[in-house]
């Protein structure tokens, strides 16, 4: 029995998903829109699936292109123009949206936000192949376990070094009611309240300019309220730009950064910044990606690029304790890098800080 775009998208999203094949299987029989199958049969659909991966540079510009003119347009009739297969469309659109993109397929159609898509953001470059700057992520604001102390020791030692730029992965509040049990882990509820609390004690040092995506947590009240809390405040701070929701692109020096903001928990440590580096090719690749949302310690060199996670500024909440979630470290990272040829040269420095419990009661 022929294979469907909607059972080819259960499939891929219950892989991404690390459920087992049982489990797919289960998701068939309880979803009216798939067929029977049985596991053999699952299987051997997703060895088919990846046999050959697409990855095709010049397809993934073409399809990108086509999506940015449509926004709305059927399986068939993008997978005609691409003169690929619809299963491997499948796959290559579910490598999109890892990158970031705000895709969606429903119906055997697919549905693309262009109002999503990340920005590019263009700073006037002073030593081509050089940079020093910070990178922090997953600050939390208005959460009982954020660690402003540190937060605001991190900026002074930023301010300290001369550094201009401090590169933020996202979450810089906490949000409202994002996962079961959440509301008493925060110490203020309303988006104004975040929002307030967010201008008036981020960190602000002279000379010293954040530029931040969103993150899921405070894109809580995206959800509930349809206003975006980061764009609202950051007409409040000139120091602070929001350059995207889950992702964003700035160029300075010679030298490409891909924030990102990830989403669920991984099995191991650097397998999101992995699955992630693998979805570039070609000239869209950046130098540096700097993903967000895991509160792990993560400096390393995957496919040629820089990769890091870089720690956060809340404290082991209930929730990641219910969740066996890895205890998180405190801090962000001072970064230097240098090209030298084809050579990359980093030094990375983790500003680390203890966790001070019920830090949030401090007056700053």
């Not at 991404?16 to 029989?29: L, V």
């Not at 829109?33 to 088919?48: S, V």
């Not at 399809?63 to 059927?74: A, C, D, G, N, P």
């Amino acid at each position: 029995m022929k294979w469907t775009i909607h059972e080819d998208t259960v499939l891929v999203e219950g892989k991404k998903n690390k459920r087992s094949y049982a489990q797919i299987q289960e998701e068939f029989r309880n979803d009216p829109k798939c067929n029977n199958r049985n596991m053999e049969n699952i299987r051997n659909r997703w060895r088919y699936l990846n046999k050959n991966p697409h990855r095709d540079e010049d397809d993934f510009k073409r399809i990108f292109e086509i999506l940015k003119r449509r926004q709305f347009i059927s399986i068939n009739e993008l997978a005609d123009m691409t003169k690929t297969t619809r299963s491997k469309l499948v796959i290559f659109l579910q490598k999109m949206m890892e990158q970031g993109k705000d895709i969606s397929i429903t119906n055997n159609a697919v549905l693309f936000n262009s109002g999503e898509e990340f920005s590019v953001l263009q700073l006037e470059s002073e030593d081509d192949g050089y940079i020093e700057y910070a990178q922090i992520a997953d600050t939390h604001l208005c959460s009982k376990y954020q660690q402003l102390t540190a937060l605001n020791f991190f900026y002074d030692e930023v301010a300290r070094r001369g550094i201009k730029y401090v590169f933020h992965g996202g979450d810089g509040v906490d949000g409202f009611k994002v996962y079961p049990l959440h509301t008493p882990e925060v110490f203020l509820q309303t988006e104004d309240d975040q929002e307030d609390y967010f201008v008036e004690k981020y960190p602000k040092r002279e000379g010293v300019k954040t530029i931040m995506i969103l993150g899921n947590h405070p894109e809580s009240y995206l959800k509930l309220s349809g206003t975006d809390f980061l764009k609202k405040a950051t007409m409040r701070r000139d120091d602070v730009i929001y350059i995207g929701r889950h992702s964003g692109i700035i160029e300075k020096n010679g030298f490409k950064f891909y924030l990102h903001h990830g989403d669920g928990n991984a099995y191991a440590e650097s397998y999101k910044l992995q699955k992630l580096a693998e979805t570039f090719t070609g000239p869209d690749t950046p130098d540096v990606i700097i993903q967000g949302h895991y509160h792990t310690e993560i400096s390393m060199m995957i496919r040629g690029i820089y990769c890091a996670h870089p720690a956060s500024f809340q404290g082991r909440t209930p929730y990641a304790a219910r969740k066996a979630f890895a205890e998180p470290v405190i801090g962000g990272h001072i970064v230097r890098l240098e090209r030298k040829g084809d050579l990359l040269m980093r030094t990375v420095t983790l500003i680390e800080c203890e966790e001070i419990k019920n830090d949030y009661r401090k007056e700053w």
